[in-house]
C-alpha cells in the first residue's frame, strides 16, 4: 500500500513569490492535512481539507490557502512568501479511525 | 486553551538504559492521543494511539499508556537505532482529524 506522497521535496523561493506544494493520500483516506514545523514553533496546524471541504483552520494568515481534489489530493498554496514562511510543510492523510499518516514533507527555503 | 507538553526536552540514554517519556495535555473532548516518532529532515512515523484512560500498548522495545490528563512512552533496554524526536499529538475533539503536538522529546541512545 502505498504512502504518503509529497511533491517536490525541496524547493527554494524568493520573498514576495508564490508556492503550491502537493500531497496525495493513502488510498481511501479522505482527509488531509497539512501543518508546518519549524525549529521554533514545532509542528502547527494549517487546515484540514475533507471530501473536498475545508473542515478546520489553523491559526495562519489568509496568505495560506488549500484546496482538495474529488481523487483525495490536495494542494497548499502560499502567497507573498515571507522570510518566515521557511519551514518544513507536511501532509497528513488520515482514515475513518483517525490516525494520520504523513509524508516526507517539503522543505521550503524562502531567501 | 489547548495545551501539550512534552518533558524532557532531550534525553541522553547508555544502551539498554530503560527510561521514559512524558506528555501532558489540556484538549477539549480529546479524541484519542497519538505517539509519533521523527527522525531528521523526515515525516513523522506514527507508533501508537490510545482511546481512553489505562489504556496500554506495546511495540517492540515501546510502551504507551494514557491517563487522564498525561501519557507516557516507556522505552526499555533501548538501542542506538530508537534515537530519534518522539512527538505525543492529542487528537482535538469534534469532527476534525486536528492533532496538537507537542515539541517533542529529543532521545539519543548511546551505544
Known amino acids: 500500500k502505498a504512502g504518503v506522497t509529497q511533491t517536490p521535496r525541496y524547493l527554494i523561493k524568493t520573498r514576495g513569490q508564490q508556492v503550491t506544494l502537493s500531497c496525495s493520500p493513502i488510498?481511501?483516506?479522505?482527509?488531509v492535512s497539512w501543518y508546518q514545523q519549524t525549529p521554533g514553533q514545532g509542528l502547527q496546524f494549517l487546515f484540514e481539507?475533507?471530501?473536498?471541504?475545508?473542515?478546520n483552520k489553523g491559526n495562519f494568515p489568509g496568505r495560506f490557502s488549500g484546496r482538495q481534489f474529488s481523487n483525495s489530493r490536495s494542494e497548499m498554496n502560499v502567497s507573498t512568501l515571507e522570510l518566515g514562511d521557511s519551514a518544513l510543510y507536511l501532509c497528513a492523510s488520515s482514515a475513518e479511525t483517525g490516525e494520520a499518516f504523513f509524508g516526507q514533507g517539503t522543505r521550503l527555503t524562502v531567501v | 486553551e489547548d495545551q501539550v507538553t512534552q518533558s524532557p526536552e532531550a534525553l541522553r540514554l547508555q544502551e539498554g538504559e530503560s527510561s521514559s517519556l512524558n506528555c501532558s495535555y489540556t484538549?477539549?473532548?480529546?479524541?484519542?492521543l497519538f505517539w509519533y516518532r521523527q527522525d531528521p529532515g523526515k515525516g513523522p512515523e506514527f507508533l501508537f494511539t490510545?482511546?481512553?484512560a489505562g489504556e496500554e500498548k506495546e511495540k517492540e522495545r515501546l510502551k504507551a499508556t494514557l491517563t487522564k490528563k498525561e501519557s507516557f512512552l516507556h522505552i526499555t533496554a533501548p538501542k542506538p537505532e530508537d534515537s530519534a524526536t518522539y512527538l505525543c499529538a492529542p487528537g482535538h475533539g469534534g469532527a476534525t482529524n486536528k492533532l496538537i503536538f507537542g515539541t517533542g522529546t529529543l532521545l539519543a541512545v548511546q551505544p
Open positions: 490510545l482511546y481512553s
Open positions: 484538549v477539549s473532548g480529546l479524541r484519542g
Open positions: 488510498s481511501g483516506h479522505r482527509s
Open positions: 481539507y475533507f471530501s473536498e471541504t475545508q473542515r
